[in-house]
């Protein structure tokens, strides 16, 4: 079955305390993207890769890193997370870039 | 890629068809519309899309207007499992200057009720 999986589903934290939440998919793609979503501002794209070692910026990328080291995978890493970045985070694939996207089931994290 | 424009929420009775305007006077000749949808804080769900012609696969049907200023997506037999947000996004490829992220708007809050 195609997916898109991502853990953990649900993350409380600490400001400070680094940590990451990883995606994955099994259909093959070449772009993958993160997302979040936040009440009124709907979703805005963290990060994206349209291919394995190439990443790059989408519209709030500060505060995240990722790494795409294979075309499965591709992490998002907050190296000191703080509250404002408490969210509601979507991983997305795609076969190309402009073509539909299939989100993963999201992660839900607290930043405290 | 052209801005699209939803109502707020629709309501329909379960087993009638659901049918969700979108207008996008602005949409440029290569740009597709595209549907998703976005059940209760799942991931987004991809739907249909489609550039000129109607188009139908098992989940939905799009009906694009002549002109392509507006379009419909149409659930046949809405279920209670419709209930969502559907988002209405145009988006032009990649290589005629079309932007690779999806851009959604608030979209339509559809309420199936029993």
């Known amino acids: 079955e195609a997916q898109v999986t991502q853990n953990p589903r649900y993350l409380i934290t600490v400001t400070g305390k680094k940590l990451t939440v990883t995606c994955s998919q099994n259909?093959?793609?070449?772009?993958m993207s993160w997302y979040r979503q936040d009440p009124g501002l709907g979703l805005r794209q963290i990060y994206y890769?349209?291919?394995?070692?190439?990443?790059d910026k989408g519209d709030v990328p500060e505060g995240y890193k990722v790494s795409r080291k294979e075309k499965r995978n591709f992490p998002l890493i907050l190296e000191s997370p703080s509250p404002n970045q408490t969210s509601l985070y979507f991983c997305?694939?795609?076969?190309?870039?402009?073509?539909?996207?299939?989100f993963g089931p999201g992660t839900r994290l607290t930043v405290t | 890629d052209a801005k699209t424009t939803q109502p707020t929420s629709m309501d329909c009775a379960e087993g009638r068809a659901a049918n969700l305007p979108c207008n996008h006077s602005t949409i440029s000749g290569n740009e597709y519309v595209y549907w998703y949808r976005q059940i209760h804080s799942q991931g987004p769900q991809y739907i249909i899309h489609g550039l000129k012609n109607n188009e139908t696969n098992e989940m939905a049907s799009l009906i694009i207007t002549e002109d392509r200023k507006s379009s419909t997506l149409i659930l046949p037999h809405a279920t209670l499992r419709d209930t969502a947000v559907y988002y209405c996004i145009v988006r032009a490829p990649l290589t005629q200057g079309g932007s690779e992220k999806l851009v959604f708007g608030k979209g339509t809050k559809l309420t199936v009720n029993p």
């Open positions: 259909m093959n793609h070449e772009y």
């Open positions: 890769s349209m291919n394995v070692e190439v990443t």
């Open positions: 997305a694939t795609s076969r190309e870039r402009a073509g539909e996207q299939y």
